[in-house]
């Protein structure tokens, strides 16, 4: 069985699928399937699939539970099939259920999902079956809605009546009258408060996120992506405030997958591979820092990122020390920082923009640490801030694979090796999955 981590994309191999869920005491999930348009809604409130609705063009509701998938019984005209659960009828949250699990199970396919970090959520869409070039893939979502079945319900066109899955119980056959015509479908709120967070070793979750539609399509505003560190010896006072920068270099490579080709690029500071905001991977490498302490300021190794939903990145650091692997932590705080924000005098996020700061301590002595995991879901950034290491005395780069699972060591993978021998740190930096 393959697991999947939040917002991995996998090919569905097999045209007929069943999907399940477990969690809490049997019975305290209700799994409902909804099939959508291009433009996000129903065609008719007969394309929410639930045990008053058990039957709709290529999905059932059987009678254990779970869902049975055909895609090639789904009409033309549905592009996505949401499958999510709910625990309004057992007036419970998802924090009280505990541990849920999704399976995906075919004469292909064997795929789990486990949705992190749920609490007060009523709704929770688990995995969604969406066309992509003439194919079906899955994507696993794990959005929670705690407003409810009937606003998850409103977001894509049914209109919430009696039928809808609010209770267990059986309910009367519907009325033979013309279903009322469905609200014009509405999307989930735009959060428009400050991100402002600091996720270290000691954080209990170790994910963030930003709402990037808050800029109201504003070009002026602008997102980087980096690595800053104070140097190897730097000196603090008791406030951590820095008293002196240190010296030292860090490698850094942006790893960045595209989930429609599977195809990967590598950016860094080395000429030839900055990368270019006007075409994939959209990102633009700041160049080299060569070190902190220019300045009295921190060495800074960034890229400015125009986010798009069809890329996942992953922020790697080679940290070989003196010709052998070494502890980045060397380094004097390192850590990296996601600012977005309206742009100032220097093009980069202002003052006023939000934050999101890993913080690194690992005491490893692997060559490779990848330090941030970023990727953008219906217009929502989010931060993976799980510091993962290669395999002890590798050099091979961690990579994601097909289904933007973290890979430790990979044949496809890249190898990092001394720039002063190879005039360069990779052995490559482009290929496929």
């Known amino acids: ?7 991995a994309k996998a090919p569905l191999v097999s045209t007929r699928a069943r999907v399940s869920a477990s969690g809490g005491a049997q019975g305290s999930l209700d799994l409902i399937a909804v099939l959508l348009t291009e433009s996000g ?16 063009d290529g999905v059932r509701l059987d009678p254990d539970g779970a869902f049975s998938v055909d895609v090639d019984a789904v009409p033309p005209g549905i ?15 998802f924090g009280q259920v505990g ?36 194919a079906w893939k899955i994507d696993a979502v794990g959005q929670g809605y705690a407003a409810g079945l009937a606003a998850f319900a409103t977001e894509r066109g049914i209109s919430v009546d009696d039928d809808a899955p609010q209770q267990a119980a059986p309910t009367p ?39 990037l539609r808050k800029s109201q399509g504003d070009p002026s505003w602008v997102l980087t992506v980096g690595l800053e560190w104070d140097g190897r010896g730097a000196k603090y006072d008791r406030n951590g405030r820095v008293k002196k920068y240190g010296k030292g270099d860090l490698d850094v490579y942006f790893f960045c997958r595209n989930e429609e ?21 959209y990102i633009r490498h700041h160049g080299d820092s060569l070190g902190p302490g220019r300045g009295n300021r921190p060495a800074v190794e960034q890229v400015t990122v125009r986010p798009q939903e069809n890329g996942d990145l992953l922020v790697n650091v ?40 890993v ?68 052995t490559f930096y482009t290929g496929a999955l």
């Open 318 to 357: 080679y940290q070989s020390v003196d010709n052998g692997a070494g502890a980045i932590d060397e380094f004097g705080n390192p850590r990296v920082a996601v600012r977005y924000g309206r742009a100032g005098a220097d093009g980069l996020p202002g003052p006023d923009a939000d934050e999101i700061v």
């Open 99 to 134: 541990a849920v699990a999704v399976t995906i199970r075919s004469e292909s396919d064997d795929l789990e999902f486990r949705p992190p970090d749920l609490s007060s959520e009523t709704v929770l869409i688990l995995v969604e079956f969406y066309r992509r070039a003439g």
């Open 79 to 93: 592009d996505r099939i949401v499958v999510a659960a709910s625990t309004e009828a057992q007036g419970i949250t």
């Open 41 to 56: 809604v129903v065609r008719s409130d007969s394309d929410m699939v639930f045990f008053n609705n058990p039957v709709a």
């Open 1 to 7: 069985m393959e697991l999947l981590v939040k917002g």
């Open 261 to 281: 080709t599977n195809e990967f690029v590598v950016l860094s500071g080395e000429p030839g591979h900055t990368g270019d905001l006007d075409r994939w991977p």
């Open 173 to 211: 056959p519907a009325p033979t009258a013309p279903a009322p015509t469905p609200p014009a479908p509405t999307a989930p709120a735009i959060d428009m408060r400050k991100v402002t967070v600091s996720i270290t070793k000691d954080s209990p979750s170790k994910t963030a996120k930003i709402d």
């Open 359 to 426: 913080h690194i301590g690992n005491k490893k002595n692997s060559y490779w640490a990848t330090i941030a995991h970023i990727d953008v879901q219906d217009g929502v950034l989010l931060v993976d801030g799980e510091t993962r290491y290669s395999k002890p005395s590798s050099e091979v780069m961690p990579t994601l694979d097909r289904h933007g699972k973290w890979i430790r060591q990979s044949q496809r993978a890249p190898i990092g090796q001394s720039k002063s021998s190879a005039g360069q740190g990779l």
